[in-house]
């Protein structure tokens, strides 16, 4: 468990949901019940070993994420997944019945059964389970090629196991359509980059030397856009988002507006999907209220994309 606050969550909770389930806690020092789950949260999280991540906040402390959660009381934990909450719960609940709740979230090759609390700290890495997910995604794309939902699911897949050949012979098919899926593209611009960095150069070069060279001439675009590519790699989009910005604003059409297209590819890799598990009033599957209009309003990830959405329109006008 590690504490967050309003600097470090878009990293520790944000952009870390979209590759493993994150678990809020809310809570505060003189909240007894929030004394009680604590043990409980840390234990379960040690359970699963890596199939979620556990992040406190303090509601005192940290106002403004508790508001824009709508949390009205402590303790309360919710659960993000893509960067977008999906349920949660409130009150001190047991361990059988915080493992049940994971469960019902956690993707099939992370979960752990909340029975048989003894063979938990036994069981194995889901090595196999994984297998299993992805020869269930290959045999999905070789009954129908046309499923796009297994086809972008395995290629992120492949990306983030750095099978970087094989998603792109992956994408090659979606790619060759008029027009190209925006989620194929935005897949595409992020594989780009870390194959810049698995085979230029300059991909091993430390950011000073990047700026130097820009300090030296502002509109050294060819240095500003590899840049970017290094800094989507390593997992800066923001950063990449403000280099590729002076290249915009300087250039619009420049390299048949690949800077553009990489800007527009961040976006979209970057925007949740809507939740599943909400209903129309906005309530979560755990019957609590996770994203009222408030909430979307002070949403630190949604805030932030439609941000750069505005920058990218004043550059383009």
């Known amino acids: 468990m590690m504490d967050v606050t309003i600097q470090n969550f878009e990293t520790e909770v944000i952009a870390a949901s979209m590759t493993t389930p994150v678990l809020v806690d809310f809570w505060a020092p003189w909240c007894g019940p929030c004394k009680s789950l604590g043990p409980v949260l840390e234990k379960v999280e040690a359970a699963y070993q890596g199939h979620f991540k556990l992040v406190k906040i303090n509601s005192d402390e940290e106002q403004q994420l508790a508001q824009a959660f709508g949390i009205k009381s ?47 700290d036994q069981a194995p890495l889901p090595e196999v389970d994984e297998h299993s997910a992805r020869a269930a995604l290959e045999q999905a794309l070789a009954t129908d090629p046309g499923n796009d939902d297994a086809r972008f699911d395995l290629v992120k897949q492949l990306i983030g196991h750095g099978e970087l050949s094989e998603a792109a012979a992956l994408l090659a098919p979606a790619m060759s359509r008029i027009p190209v899926p925006l989620r194929f593209e935005a897949q595409t611009q992020w594989l780009n980059a870390l194959e810049f960095v698995t085979n230029d150069p300059r991909g091993q070069w430390e950011p000073a030397k990047f700026d130097e060279l820009i300090g030296q001439n502002k509109r050294d675009f060819e240095t500003r856009f590899a840049k970017s590519r290094l800094l989507i790699a ?49 309530k979560s599957a755990g019957g609590i209220e996770l994203m009222g209009k408030a909430a979307l309003q002070e949403d630190p990830l949604q805030a932030m994309i439609s941000s750069y959405r505005r920058k990218l329109s004043m550059a383009l006008n």
């Open 234 to 282: 390593v997992g800066q989009w923001e950063a990449a988002m403000d280099e590729l910005l002076e290249i915009i604003m300087r250039d619009k059409a420049w390299d048949k507006e690949a800077p553009r297209k990489t800007f527009v590819a961040l976006l979209e890799l970057m925007t949740p999907p809507k939740p599943k598990t909400q209903d129309a009033t906005g």
């Open 74 to 120: 402590i303790p309360t934990c919710v659960l993000l997944m893509n960067g977008q909450p999906v349920d949660g719960f409130m009150g001190a609940l047991p361990e059988g019945q915080v493992k049940q709740f994971l469960d019902k979230h956690l993707p099939a090759e992370g979960a752990l059964p909340a029975q048989a609390e003894e063979e938990v």
